[in-house]
């Protein structure tokens, strides 16, 4: 059974920082591509990083590029989402995801939609004060 278990939220002033961290079981972590989303209260869930599953290649949404980096261990199942220079927009709960390598899949890509995963946390929450 595949689990992925969200840690790392909290309350942090504006401009602070959190570090997320994403523990995978049940499954072959270095064969999935993982992503973090967010989504806040009456909105969608949004696209906040993601990173293939050899981490050669990231991607981020635009807002929140330079201040946000996604890495992973995969000696660790464990996918992390460091967050700097938070802004009170970045409150929302924050949820990690993994795809589940197809043969057509490369190692080097990542997937900024949600519909390309298969695999969900419960979600952590982060609130930034301002």
């Known amino acids: 059974q595949v689990q992925l278990v969200e840690s790392g939220g909290g309350l942090v002033q504006a401009g602070g920082s959190l570090r997320l961290s994403c523990a995978a079981s049940g499954l072959t972590f270095s064969t999935y591509a993982t992503g973090w989303f967010r989504q806040a209260p009456g909105k969608e869930r949004e696209f906040v990083a993601a990173i293939s599953r050899s981490a050669y290649s990231t991607g981020y949404a635009d807002s929140v590029k330079g201040r946000f980096t996604i890495s992973r261990d995969n000696a660790k199942n464990t996918v992390y989402l460091l967050m700097n220079s938070l802004k009170p927009e970045d409150t929302a709960v924050y949820y990690c995801?993994?795809?589940?390598?197809?043969?057509?899949?490369?190692?080097?890509?990542?997937?900024?939609?949600?519909?390309?995963?298969?695999?969900w946390g419960q979600g952590t929450q982060v609130t930034v004060s301002s």
């Open positions: 995801a993994a795809r589940y390598y197809r043969p057509t899949d490369g190692s080097t890509r990542y997937y900024p939609a949600p519909g390309e995963y298969d695999y």
